[in-house]
């Protein structure tokens, strides 16, 4: 069974920053692209980054490059997402997803809040 | 970046009925289209990729059709169950970018 476990979540001050995490299971990850995906309150989806299959390319939509880093670790498993100099409109449920023609496969979400 | 223009972004419809969700993407996206749906308080659910190939799991009452810009989600014989909020997203191109979702509601 596919899992996706996203760990790193909580409340960080404008400009600080915050590293997540997304420990995947149940599949042979280093096959497949991984995406982060964040949903601000009662609002809609947002792409935030993928990255390929061996970390080689990455890519960002503007609302988030140069300040978020999408990393993996196909040893551990592991997808990161590095977030500096934070903002309030950064405040969302932030998801891990396993990418192949569109996103099948979510985590749980973890909450980052952005907030004095 | 590619738009895609979702509606209606709410609807009520009774058991039974058939209910239908547009999306409109601002240039062709070749039918890489997904849809997904998302019950409150849960992550999101692959319901459609490819604009009409249903995902493993995926009730036979969902259907995706459409092509070039032009896209729909057909729900047949509505169950409450079927309350959700559903998503269109484009993956033809980066930035990859979703509809703006459509409340589903039972009446």
């Known amino acids: 069974e596919v899992q996706l476990v996203e760990s790193g979540g909580g409340l960080v001050q404008p400009g600080r920053s915050l590293k997540l995490s997304c420990a995947a299971s149940g599949f042979t990850f280093s096959n497949y692209y991984m995406a982060w995906v964040r949903q601000a309150p009662k609002k809609g989806l947002e792409w935030v980054a993928t990255?390929?299959?061996?970390?080689?390319?990455?890519y960002y939509p503007d609302s988030v490059k140069g300040r978020f880093t999408i990393s993996r670790d196909n040893a551990k498993s592991s997808l990161y997402l590095q977030m500096n100099s934070l903002k309030s409109e950064d405040t969302a449920t932030y998801y891990c997803?396993?990418?192949?023609?569109?996103?099948?496969?979510w985590g749980q979400g973890t909450l980052v809040t952005v907030s004095s | 970046d590619i738009q895609m223009t979702q509606s209606p972004a709410s609807l009520s419809a009774s058991l039974g009925e058939t209910v239908t969700i547009e999306c409109r993407a601002s240039?062709?996206?070749?039918?890489?289209l997904a849809w997904y749906q998302q019950k409150p308080g849960n992550s999101p659910q692959l319901l459609i990729y490819?604009?009409?190939s249903l995902a493993d799991g995926v009730p036979s009452r969902f259907s995706g059709s459409g092509s070039g810009t032009q896209y729909s989600l057909k729900i047949n014989s509505l169950q409450s169950e079927d309350v959700a909020s559903y998503f269109c997203q484009q993956y033809n191109n980066y930035p990859f970018t979703f509809g703006s979702g459509t409340k589903l509601e039972i009446k």
């Open positions: 990255i390929s299959t061996s970390g080689s390319r990455t």
């Open positions: 240039e062709d996206i070749y039918s890489n």
């Open positions: 997803a396993r990418q192949l023609e569109g996103f099948a496969y």
């Open positions: 490819d604009a009409n």
